[in-house]
């Protein structure tokens, strides 16, 4: 079992940036030899993947609203995954989650969730 961490989120103006960072502690290799993925949910909304990453770095997915403004990156030696989030909008407001993710029957699911972070773009 692992514990991750998310931190990064807050106010910001519309047309602004935040770069949310979720923490994956452990020393082990098992640690970090998993795909991990951002997730969100807004007011009135269910949970929704957001971008995924495959254990090595290599970008997999981007939900179609944030492609060209969101990018997803990792680092291993900190243990730690990013999401640069660029030009945010109102509809960009919710909580993050930061998740080990696989992709099953053509979705994507979470596990090992964070405690999430909330981003709010002012309207």
């Known amino acids: 079992q692992v514990q991750l961490g998310e931190s990064g989120g807050g106010l910001v103006q519309a047309g602004g940036s935040l770069r949310l960072s979720c923490t994956t502690p452990?020393?082990?290799?098992?640690?970090?030899?998993?795909?991990m993925g951002w997730f969100r949910q807004a007011p009135g909304k269910e949970r929704e993947p957001v971008a995924t990453i495959t254990w090595s770095g290599a970008p997999l997915y981007y939900e179609d609203s944030v492609k060209g403004r969101f990018t997803i990156s990792r680092d291993n030696a900190a243990g730690t995954v990013y999401l640069q989030m660029n030009s945010l909008k109102p509809e960009d407001t919710a909580v993050y989650y930061c998740?080990?993710?696989?992709?099953?029957?053509?979705?994507?699911?979470?596990?090992?969730w964070g405690q999430g972070t909330q981003v709010t773009v002012a309207s």
């Open positions: 998740a080990r993710v696989i992709k099953l029957d053509g979705a994507w699911l979470g596990s090992d």
């Open positions: 452990g020393r082990t290799f098992d640690n970090y030899a998993y795909a």
